[in-house]
């Protein structure tokens, strides 16, 4: 890794975490792209699984298996390489935290 990554590495994790002490409620960086696909509300039923109300710790491991190559997909394995772990599991936390 690059000298460069790393300062924007650490650049991304301090807006990561003044983003999750202020406005820990509002949706996270990166998850409004999520919903492009999978639907928003649990009750509607598409192709692509729901995420509202998944069990966090259930998210963060299927984004990490996807980013190894590890869980078979179609999309997800190039989604899921995009997202630091920091990022992912804010974004599993939030989608969590969602009711429907
Ligand atoms: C381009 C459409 C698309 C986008 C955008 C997308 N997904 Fe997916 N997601 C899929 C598809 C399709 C699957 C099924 C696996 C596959 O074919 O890749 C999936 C599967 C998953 C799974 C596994 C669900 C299960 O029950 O196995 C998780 C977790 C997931 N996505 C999380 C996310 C997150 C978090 C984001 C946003 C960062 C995201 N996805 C963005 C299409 C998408």
């Known amino acids: 890794m ?3 990554h790393t300062v924007a590495l650490h650049v991304g994790a301090a807006v990561l975490f003044f983003s999750f002490a202020s406005v820990a409620a509002e949706i996270p960086p990166g998850a409004a792209a999520c919903s492009g696909c999978h639907a928003a509300k649990s009750t509607v039923v598409t192709p692509v699984p729901g995420l ?3 069990d ?11 980013r190894m190559g590890q869980r078979p997909a179609t999309v997800m394995d190039r ?10 599991n804010a974004i599993a936390a939030w989608y969590a935290a969602q009711k429907d």
């Open 79 to 88: 989604i899921a390489k995009g997202f630091t772990d920091d990022e992912i």
């Open 56 to 66: 966090a710790a259930q998210i963060m491991v299927a984004m990490k298996e996807f």
């Open 52 to 54: 509202n109300g998944r």
């Open 2 to 4: 690059d000298k460069r």
